[in-house]
């Protein structure tokens, strides 16, 4: 029994050494997810990212029906990859607002012609103020806004062809 | 290669895209009062940068660690305390965004534990210390008798 009783540091020392030789292998988690899921949107009001197009205030995404709120930047590669997919929601009648962060107007332009507007506004975030304010960490991010201007869901990263029947659904969800 | 160093030029040019905004004001400017850049200096040190997470803010270049600095002097200078900016920060991006550990919900166990462990230890040390003075006590009495 008291023998028994020794064994005890040796068995946790064994189970450390295990869980750090596990966890050493597991692959690295690099998203930071918002906290701010289920808050109101942030006052704010972005300038127009480029000519012709309106900028984006907070009240633009009040009211109606849910929207897609898209962090992206014309120099972000993923953003290419996520063109074809948000042209494909907003074919089914979402509507989505984006905000391009630290871009320039004719980079925004450029972007627009080679892959495609799937937007109808755009705001400029020249010094990432609204991304801090509503918790994202990186480009892209795409967030369901409800009816009252609340944050509902956050997607991270690109948007792929299965990401779209998913963003559809919670947007079903919180109409 | 010529042809080479031009295609690698090529694969940067997002890179360089991404910093061809200038940066935000305070990403790179101290503030003018020392005492308040003392306290934006500190505050920056414990705040992490979210695109380079093994680095504080105040030790990143990425252009998302100068927007931040940029938000930490902004609301120094409007009058926020250094605690202040940290819960705003963290109100958005969780615990994580801080090197300083706050007592919460999910970190409590991390300091109760040492106190615990510590306190079980002493508890031990206590018992045996006090058995081992009886069986002392003991001894001298047999060798006295």
């Known amino acids: 029994m008291m023998r028994a009783l020794y064994l005890v540091p040796l068995a946790l020392f064994l189970f450390f050494a295990g869980l750090a030789a596990f966890m050493l292998n597991q692959p690295k988690q690099q998203d930071v997810p918002s906290q701010m899921i289920a808050q109101p949107l942030p006052e704010f009001s972005l300038q127009p990212a480029i000519a012709g197009m309106p900028g984006v205030r907070r009240a633009d995404l009040v009211g109606g029906q849910p929207r897609l709120l898209n962090i992206w930047a014309s120099w ?100 | 290669m010529r042809l080479v160093i031009a295609l690698l030029a090529l694969i940067a040019a997002p890179l360089a895209a991404q910093n061809a905004m200038p940066a935000a004001p305070y990403a790179y400017t101290q503030l003018d009062d020392p005492a308040l850049e003392a306290q934006a200096t500190e505050l920056m040190e414990t705040l992490r940068c979210l695109k380079c997470q093994s680095q504080s803010i105040n030790d990143s270049d990425a252009p998302m660690a100068g927007d931040m600095r940029h938000q930490v002097r902004a609301r120094l200078l409007a ?46 040390l206590l018992g045996r210390l006090r058995r081992r003075a009886d069986a002392g006590d003991a001894g001298d009495m047999g060798d006295a008798a």
């Open chain 2, 79 to 124: 009058g926020e305390s250094p605690e202040q900016i940290r819960s705003w920060l963290i109100t958005r991006y969780g615990d994580y965004v801080s090197y300083q550990p706050e007592m919460s919900a999910t970190t409590w166990p991390l300091f109760a534990i040492p106190l615990v462990l510590v306190a079980l230890v002493g508890l031990a």
């Open chain 1, 76 to 175: 972000c590669l993923p953003c290419i990859a996520e063109a074809p997919h948000l042209e494909a929601l907003q074919s089914q009648g979402v509507e989505i607002i984006g905000i391009a962060v630290r871009d320039r107007p004719e980079a925004v332009a450029d972007f627009l012609g080679r892959y495609g507007n799937p937007y109808t506004r755009i705001g400029a975030d020249d010094i990432s103020s609204l991304m801090i304010e509503i918790g994202a960490s990186g480009v892209p991010e795409t967030y369901v806004i409800d009816a009252e201007g609340n944050i509902r869901y956050q997607h991270i990263g690109d948007v792929r062809a299965d990401t779209v029947p998913l963003l559809l659904e919670k947007l079903e969800e919180v109409r």
